[in-house]
């Protein structure tokens, strides 16, 4: 990831590549002794996963350096985040960027992030279902609220719209 940040201050190298779209992934630790392999096989973790750069900020980066190029978060496991993180740095991306965030999330696989965050990793196809339907409402709604079983956004005046309506794209639910 710190490459690709060094990368992204490059801009014009990207530009002479041709490149198209630059994507993050998300990673908050890679446990040592993990319960759950990469890719659900083995224990072992690859060493490029080990990195643990913050996607947002990585992704605000290349808003700025960049003027063209798609911005996506390959998989941003928004699950571990209470829905007004994602919803903030996600809109200033998107505003920064002119309209270009294309966030892919996605619920991970790594119970020890779970953990970390103090969250039960059981639970968390429904807290993305809750996610999704939080940054609904506080993308496109002011004033804004969200009242699910695991989440809770109170009302609140919501303004702070991102540049693509109603929002940035929608990700399909998974099975």
């Known amino acids: 990831m710190l490459a690709f940040a060094r990368a992204v201050l490059d801009a014009d190298r990207l530009k002479e590549a041709g490149a198209a779209s630059l994507w993050v992934g998300d990673r908050n630790l890679a446990a040592v002794h993990p319960v759950i392999g990469y890719g659900g096989q083995g224990t ?4 490029e996963l080990n990195a643990a750069a913050d996607p947002f900020v990585l992704l605000g980066v290349a808003a700025g350096a960049t003027r ?10 928004a699950p571990l985040c209470p829905p007004l993180q994602p919803a903030r740095s996600l809109t200033t991306i998107d505003l ?3 309209g270009r965030l294309v966030p892919g999330f996605g619920v991970g696989w790594s119970p020890e992030e779970y953990q970390a965050a103090g969250l039960d ?3 968390r196809g429904a807290r993305m279902d809750e996610l999704l339907d939080a940054l609904e409402a506080l993308w496109t709604t002011d004033p804004a609220h969200y ?3 695991r989440l809770s956004v109170p009302p609140h005046h919501s303004p702070f719209k991102p540049d693509r309506r109603p929002r940035p794209p929608r990700p399909e639910r998974g099975g």
């Open 96 to 98: 920064v960027s002119g």
């Open 121 to 123: 990793f059981t639970h």
């Open 147 to 149: 009242e699910g079983a």
């Open 44 to 47: 072992a973790v690859p060493e």
């Open 68 to 77: 063209r190029v798609l911005l996506g978060g390959q998989v941003l496991v």
